[in-house]
């Protein structure tokens, strides 16, 4: 999925449960920035091993680009750290979790995965996605997290 | 990973119950991730359930998905390692979504805490080749009928 879905529909629900009115813009930017970044990995990979990615495209492959933390093991990291941040600010702790584990899911059930990395590498498949399917699970995500984002806002303002 | 790793003995009493009652059901020749993504789905609708009546029924319908998904694969033989992991991964994600919404109770902490030792379980359980895991929704789905 795209960072643009990941990050409307991820911080979406994070923002939601954890009763973040529009004023509160740091929770907010949390919630963006816990929903995305860890797409980040996927530039340190792409970079890498660019002559791969040139012969083969990028479509499709992107599950090869990712580091450990879009695992169990970035789960297990991230809930760590959110339980460390919840002594200090609970809300903030929900925040970045559930922001944080939407995006992972998602990737999880759209795309291949090596969840047990970098301990064991087997890779599954939810669903045999198309390349052409996931586009329009992007597009829907954007469009549906979109409206209920201006929902949210109208409806907290 | 090339096998399923073997479930526990004290397990068997409670899988010899299963496997009698998932041969007295129909089960659809359907890919079993659809059960992974209503169990998931029905996770993350659980952060927004507000009664525990709400929550019992949430629970309950997410453990039932569990079973169909693995009952579903058992019987039209497309059990593998692959689908081993993918329910590994729903069930952990499951209780992730379940423990945070419960994390402002002290037994919602606990289990939030006892998530983690899940997910390591998880590790431990494909290294090992014996599958390891708290079985941490039934005892909050036990918590929560008796709370109600």
Known sequence: ?157 | MDHIPCRPSIATPYRALLSSLELQIVLPNVNPSYYHLLGLGLSVLYLFALTPAQKIGLIAVILIADWLDGATARRHKRCSPGGYLMDLLTDRASEAFIFIAEAGTLLGQICFLLWMVNVALAFYSVRSNKHAALPLRFAILVILVFQF
């Not at chain 1, 960072?3 to 949390?30: D, M, Q």
């Not at chain 1, 669903?127 to 586009?135: D, V």
Request: net charge positive; aromatic share 12%.
């Open chain 1, 1 to 157: 999925m795209s960072p643009i879905a990941h990050g409307l529909s991820a911080s979406l629900i994070a923002v939601t449960f954890a009763r973040v009115s529009p004023n509160e813009t740091p929770y907010i930017t949390t919630a963006l920035i816990a929903a995305t970044a860890v797409d980040l990995d996927h530039l340190f990979y792409i970079i890498r091993d660019r002559a791969m990615y040139r012969r083969g495209g990028y479509l499709g492959q992107l599950h090869l680009a990712r580091s450990p933390l879009h695992e169990l093991v970035g789960f297990l990291i991230v809930g760590l750290l959110c339980t460390l941040i919840f002594f200090v600010d609970p809300k903030l702790a929900y925040v970045i979790f559930i922001a944080f584990s939407a995006h992972l899911i998602q990737d999880w059930i759209v795309g291949k995965s090596f969840p047990l990395t970098p301990f064991n590498n087997t890779c599954i498949q939810f669903f045999a996605l198309t390349l052409k399917q996931k586009a329009l699970i992007d597009i829907i995500i954007i469009l549906l997290s979109g409206v209920l984002w201006i929902i949210y806002l109208a409806v907290q303002a």
